[in-house]
């Protein structure tokens, strides 16, 4: 059965906008930091109660605070449910009596628990070192969890003394410090832990079988930054205490899940044999006979969220095609896969009910921000239950998104997002910003981002490509760059732009590109090879593949886009880096990254920067401390949005650009839900 899912909420919230058109303004980078971030949504059991959290700025504080809220899956008040201590990591009790989540104490992350009918929260463990994941036992009266070794009080002594070095790649270390983890078992009603593992193991996924008598867990026995593919799947026998490897290959496997008769076992894999860059399917094990099979291999598109049926004839998950996701069902049996909901947009699914009859799930488009709605899976007819930024919606000029296709330059079809300005005239040519995504397996959606209605705001038509390599167009489209970083990924670029030059919405001299990470490196590798934009912003790039093989995250450069190493594939590794072509660069070029980004590291940006510099040429070199890969201080992720307009808009449209002036912080106010 297939609905728009919309909310006549929605709708009347649309409606009232168009009567408000003449009030509206262009958004800025201010407003989106503003925005009310929901998310972390449970869903009690019963399916009664839906729990969810709600995150806001304090500039003050240079950070976001989440506050968390219960309200009823029906519609209705939320309540604050969770002090202003918090918490992390929140789960009901399968009889749905409790909340269960984390929290610090003593730099260390606690299990606490709390009556989900009110009532104080309790501390639960008091464990030496850190609780990480956990999960609940079905009969609600044990809590499995995973944490990291501890050290005993003179070796803790030591370490804080000083004797900290790190033995790279040996023992339980990778390239930072690392200890081994394993599982443990916390007794409600004895109010006592004990130890479940005791191996040379970091445990990754892991679940408890329907009688509580056997886990399933992913482990690896060392901790090799790029070799997650010598991850298993293990099986631990709670009664004699016996584990079984269940797995031998070169695939990594995640998510695994008991299916009901607590005999087979759903899992996520790319393949059983090697790791390859293909999208996750689905597989189901007999764990008694080893035998496998993959389920979903009819589906060509990203899964995520999935869950097992009461009766273990299907299974549910949230699936992305193309730019868009929905909720499916596959029939274990025979693989077939029924799409029950028909969004365009992003739907992605936060939580069942235990009998899976209702879901909770946040809904965004383009231009609608992301709020959380409550449906039947089998016949949805959604509850919105919340509205976190009504303001959004009638009090600004918001872009238009439309999904458009195109053909590349060897005929390959290209689909991408085309963003206008509010009130655009057909015909007119506008400045045209150029997005590359990361990845390179990432992908532009049909999902909200308020960066793109600041831009529009400023008069940019804006191109969004999906180049070949993207996830959710299926496998083969997913290997379209291998051993080709830079080569029809490039020319999916090209030949976009020049179909939306061609159709009239850009101006070909006014024509900037921007990227961060894939969409820096192939943003880089760009302007190394065409003059044609005249400013280029680039964040978190590589510029040079051989400085980068042990220090950044590389397994699927070696294995895939570029091949090999850089002893086995020299020129390779030399020629498609951008370092190598940097003299053809003539775009006056902004490069920013973060000092402690362990994904492509920060000395990449600063050889481009140096070299374009070098030549006398325009560049500007921004590095941000303390930033990962993904900023997370409220003040860097100002700079960097600012100064990426200020940036472009000089260089594409000779604009010398005055950036808003931050209002000034207000008292704060008490939080109330965004019901």
């Excluded at 004699?240 to 005999?263: C, H, K, M, Y």
């Excluded at 231009?367 to 949805?380: E, Q």
């Excluded at 775009?587 to 994904?599: A, K, S, V, Y």
């Amino acid at each position: 059965m297939r609905t728009t899912l919309l909310s006549a909420a929605l709708l009347g919230l649309i409606a009232s906008s168009a009567a408000s058109q003449t009030t509206r303004r262009p958004m800025t980078t201010d407003d989106g930091l503003d925005m009310i971030n929901v998310g972390g949504a449970l869903m009690s059991p019963d399916g009664e109660w839906v729990f969810y959290s709600e995150s806001r700025l304090d500039w003050d504080e240079n950070k976001r605070e989440s506050t968390y809220f219960m309200v009823p899956a029906a519609g209705g008040e939320a309540f604050r449910f969770i002090g202003k201590e918090g918490g992390s990591a929140f789960q009901f009790s399968p009889d749905g009596l409790f909340l269960s989540f984390r929290r610090t104490v003593d730099s260390t992350q606690q299990l606490f628990l709390m009556r989900t009918n009110g009532g104080e929260a309790v501390q639960l463990t008091k464990h030496e070192a850190s609780v990480e994941s956990y999960r609940w036992s079905h009969d609600s009266r044990r809590i499995f969890f995973v944490a990291d070794e501890a050290r005993d009080e003179d070796e803790e002594k030591e370490h804080k003394n000083g004797n900290d070095a790190i033995f790279v790649d040996e023992g339980p270390n990778g390239q930072r410090e690392s200890q081994w983890r394993n599982l443990w078992v916390f007794d409600i009603a004895e109010e006592k832990e004990h130890r479940i593992t005791e191996e040379d193991f970091r445990i990754g996924s892991f679940d408890v079988s329907p009688n509580g008598r056997r886990i399933a867990y992913t482990a690896r026995r060392e901790n090799l930054r790029n070799q997650q593919y010598l991850g298993e799947i293990f099986l631990l026998d709670l009664d004699d205490s016996t584990t079984t490897q269940l797995t031998t290959n070169r695939a990594p496997e995640t998510g695994v899940l008991w299916a009901p008769d607590g005999i087979h076992l759903a899992y996520r894999a790319v393949s059983d044999a090697e790791w390859e860059q293909n999208q996750s399917k689905l597989w189901i094990m007999n764990v008694d006979t080893r035998e496998h099979r993959m389920l979903s291999g009819r589906f060509e598109g990203g899964i995520s969220r999935a869950v097992w049926t009461p009766d273990g004839r299907h299974i549910l998950f949230n699936g992305r095609r193309r730019t868009n996701s929905n909720l499916f069902r596959l029939e274990v049996e025979s693989g077939d896969i029924e799409q029950l909901t028909d969004v365009t947009g992003t739907m992605n699914i936060a939580a069942f009910s235990e009998d899976r009859t209702k879901m909770v799930y946040s809904f965004h488009d383009f231009d609608t921000p992301p709020d959380l709605y409550v449906s039947s899976t089998n016949a949805p007819e959604p509850t919105r239950i919340t509205s976190a930024n009504p303001s959004v919606e009638t009090d600004f000029l918001l872009a238009g998104g439309e999904v458009i296709t195109w053909r590349s330059a060897d005929g390959l079809e290209i689909e991408g997002v085309l963003m206008l300005p509010d009130g655009y005239e057909p015909g007119t040519r506008l400045p045209l910003l150029l997005h590359v995504h990361g990845g390179p397996a990432g992908a532009f959606t049909n999902s909200f981002r308020s960066s793109y209605h600041v831009w529009a705001g400023l008069g940019y038509a804006q191109l969004l490509p999906n180049v070949r390599g993207s996830s959710g167009y299926g496998d083969g489209f997913l290997q379209g760059n291998f051993h080709d970083i830079g080569g029809g990924d490039y020319q999916d670029l090209l030949t976009g732009v020049d179909h939306v030059i061609e159709a009239g919405y850009a101006d070909p001299d006014q024509t900037g590109i921007r990227g961060w990470s894939y969409g820096g490196i192939l943003g880089g590798w760009t302007i190394t090879q065409t003059g044609r934009f005249k400013g280029a912003s680039l964040g978190a790039m590589v510029s040079d593949w051989t400085s980068e093989y042990a220090p950044g995250f590389n397994h699927d450069v070696r294995l895939w886009y570029l091949g090999g190493t850089p002893w086995e594939n020299s020129e390779a590794w030399r020629e498609m880096s951008p370092l190598t072509h940097v003299a053809n660069v003539t775009t006056p070029t902004l490069l920013m990254h973060g000092i402690n980004d362990r994904t492509d590291t920060e000395p990449q940006s600063m050889m481009f920067f140096t070299a374009i510099r070098d030549q006398g040429k325009i560049a500007r070199y921004i590095k941000f401390p303390r930033e990962p890969h993904g900023f997370r201080e409220p003040r860097h992720q100002r700079i960097r949005d600012v100064e990426e307009i200020r940036w472009i808009q000089k260089h594409v449209r000779g604009i010398e650009w005055t950036p808003w002036v931050r209002p000034k912080a207000e008292e704060k106010p008490p939080v109330i839900s965004s019901r």
